[in-house]
């Protein structure tokens, strides 16, 4: 009897454990559409919706292989051929899962969506670099003050509005810079000898 009850707990948690992956699963499917929809919207001053986070994408799936599997396990060892159906009815739920993970979400494009983000944060160091410069050529020094460095910036070739410049650090014959795309997860950074962190191709 007391076993019986142990294994109804077990199950009762594992069934919660995969409808809480459904329920993620089906929230991270609307954000993939959201951000879709979004993809085309890389003007300035557009700032679009995140993109769905890979590593959630990912554990997702680990989640879903190991409730998926567990239900089969418990299905296998209990007697009761009523609990057996349940087990393996509900093994289907984490399975479907791994498989929406595995299969039909399409990480080519979330890469691409975030690549275009980083592309933007670049863009904005790259004037950064040329404004640096600029002022370097006419004043023989860099400039320090990130509110003067938006001053010099301000026009359409300027400052992205949704990217973030988090740190400039400047020395008489060096400076450095890191900004972030308020949508991307990557911060890219620029340095004034070695140019763009970002990889391409």
Not at 1 to 24: C, D, H, N, P, V
Not at 138 to 153: A, F, M
Request: glycine share 8%; with cysteine; proline share 2%.
């Amino acid at each position: 009897m007391f076993a019986t009850r142990k294994y109804i707990i077990l199950i009762f948690l594992a069934a919660l454990g995969t409808l809480s992956l459904l329920g993620e699963a089906i929230a991270f499917n609307l954000s993939l559409q959201i951000g879709q929809l979004n993809i085309g919207q890389v003007a300035t001053g557009e700032c679009q919706a995140p993109p769905p986070s890979i590593e959630r994408f990912q554990t997702m799936s680990t989640g879903g292989l190991i409730g998926g599997f567990l239900m089969v396990f418990l299905g296998i060892i209990l007697d009761s051929k009523k609990i057996k159906a349940v087990c393996w009815a509900l093994a289907v739920i984490p399975f479907g899962v791994w498989g929406y993970a595995n299969f039909l979400v399409d990480y080519d494009q979330i890469k691409k969506t975030i690549f275009n983000l980083d592309i933007r944060a670049e863009q904005t160091l790259s004037n950064i670099a040329e404004a640096q410069d600029r002022f370097k050529s006419e004043q023989d020094e860099y400039i320090k003050d990130l509110s003067k460095v938006k001053s010099h910036l301000a026009g359409a070739h300027g400052l992205d509005e949704c990217v973030d410049i988090l740190e400039l650090n400047v020395s008489y014959e060096h400076w450095d810079a890191s900004a972030r795309h308020v949508s991307s997860p990557n911060i890219v950074k620029w340095d004034s000898t070695s140019g763009s962190s970002m990889k391409k191709g």
